[in-house]
């Protein structure tokens, strides 16, 4: 790959992707994904270009797969928008010369959207996933522009100010059709190339269910001895709470499980939030077949017990 031709890239590769070949669907998939991230962020700075169409080509060589983005996407824009738009982008742009447009502003703002994208990707992996939307015991540096945000161990990631609201902004499972892809040996990477250099970001097989939970995916049943029906006690973290999904993730043995109240709104179980604690419920193995063989299982719990104090001087964000 020649660095000067591109600003960034999606790639799969390892063992698995050796002879180039991958899953057709799956490989389509990914790409719409791709697309539609891209738009996420690039929309989100220029909000002109939403629903506007622009080419991502593909590139496949041995020793991976790789949809590259290169640097004349700019023109590809440009001749998709129209002369109006593109007028409107120009005088936005004012420190850009003209001349220069198609080289400067829009091929910054999709690389910027790629750098976002790797940073959506190291904050998922920190939090280990999407769909925590409130975050305990942030701390501000720089006049409240990076922010240092603490997963459930107390370690922290510093990050921009805006990485933290596009984390907010972004659905839940935006990366997952790129994500299904993963494998034990085939690693995703977003990667970035500028002034010479690359720099990649990647999400390896042990992370892929932060960012997606297709049980499709899965290779071998999670967990056997968690039998469907049998009741359990489990000691664990809290990693997440969804309000609209009426759910809870719980990580037990290096799994996060998806956890659900017998009864009643998570609401009243938010003090247990990214602390250690024993689940108490039934597991829950039922598939869309309709049959108890589902590869990860399901809590449905009646109990969430501390383990640990709350640290009374967090703060919810």
Not at 68 to 83: E, F, R, Y
Not at 264 to 284: A, D, E, H, P
Request: proline share 4%; hydrophobic share 40%.
């Amino acid at each position: 790959m020649a660095d000067d031709q591109y600003i960034g890239y999606l790639k799969y590769s390892g063992h698995a992707v050796e002879d180039g070949y991958l899953d057709a669907k799956k490989t389509a998939e990914a790409l719409i994904g791709f697309d539609e991230t891209l738009r996420f962020f690039v929309e989100s700075d220029l909000p002109e270009l939403r629903g506007k169409s622009f080419e991502i080509p593909v590139k496949i060589q041995a020793g991976s797969w790789e949809a590259l983005i290169p640097v004349t996407i700019a023109q590809w824009v440009k001749t998709a928008i129209g002369s109006a738009v593109t007028a409107y982008l120009i005088k936005a742009a004012s420190t850009v010369a003209q001349n220069d447009f198609k080289d400067k502003h829009l091929v910054d703002v999709f690389r910027d959207a790629l750098k976002m994208l790797q940073w959506i990707i190291r904050l998922g992996i920190h939090l280990k996933g999407l769909s925590i939307k409130e975050i305990k015991g942030v701390r501000w540096e720089n006049n409240n522009e990076i922010i240092l945000i603490p997963d459930g161990k107390g370690e922290f990631i510093k990050v921009p100010k805006r990485v933290l609201e596009k984390y907010i902004a972004i659905p839940t499972k935006f990366l997952s059709k790129m994500a299904r892809l993963i494998q034990a040996e085939r690693e995703m990477k977003i990667g970035v190339i500028q002034n010479g250099k690359r720099e990649e970001v990647g999400i390896t097989y042990s992370e892929k269910y932060y960012f997606t939970n297709e049980e499709d995916d899965l290779i071998e049943t999670i967990l056997p001895e968690l039998v469907h029906g049998k009741t359990i006690e489990l000691e664990g973290e809290t990693t997440r709470g969804n309000e609209k999904t009426n759910s809870m993730g719980f990580e037990y043995k290096g799994h996060v499980l998806n956890c659900i109240p017998e009864k009643g709104s998570i609401v009243s179980f938010k003090q247990t939030l990214f602390r250690k604690c024993r689940i108490v419920g039934v597991i829950n193995r039922m598939s869309k077949s309709g049959l108890p063989n589902a590869k990860k299982p399901k809590i449905i719990f009646s109990q969430i017990i501390p383990l640990e104090p709350d640290d009374k001087n967090l703060k919810l964000f």
